[in-house]
Nanobody, 123 residues
Framework: QVQLVESGGGLVQAGDSLRLSCVAS????????MAWFRQSPGKEREFVGS????????AYADSVKGRFTISRDNAKNTGYLQMNSLKPEDTAVYYC????????????????WGQGTQVTVST
């Protein structure tokens, strides 16, 4: 069992940056791939990016590639999502998740989920 808690969300203006954190507890986080998903009202939860358990490999949705960066510090049981050049369309609740394979871009591929943190980007 892995428990995940996100933080770092907030209200920012277009063009600003935010860094989200995801702190894990319970069973070892370092052996799990980690991903970030987001969900805005009326839409399905969508893949943002993911990172392998050692941090050697990452994957990103086309909509955030070049603007968002995923990293992790296994010594701190923490994952991060650095978001730069934010746009109003990035507004959503952001969730971190842990699973077996970083290459999986589907919700069903991740077993453990955090409660989410709201990111709102104003014009």
């Amino acid at each position: 069992q892995v428990q995940l808690v996100e933080s770092g969300g907030g209200l920012v203006q277009a063009g600003d940056s935010l860094r989200l954190s995801c702190v894990a507890s319970g069973r070892s986080f370092s052996t799990n791939a980690m991903a970030w998903f987001r969900q805005s009202p009326g839409k399905e939860r969508e893949f943002v990016g993911s990172i392998s358990w050692r941090g050697s490999f990452t994957a990103y949705a086309d909509s955030v590639k070049g603007r968002f960066t995923i990293s992790r510090d296994n010594a701190k049981n923490t994952g991060y999502l650095q978001m730069n050049s934010l746009k109003p369309e990035d507004t959503a609740v952001y969730y971190c998740a842990a699973g077996s394979y970083y290459g999986d871009r589907f919700v069903s591929g991740y077993v453990y989920w955090g409660q989410g943190t709201q990111v709102t980007v104003s014009t």
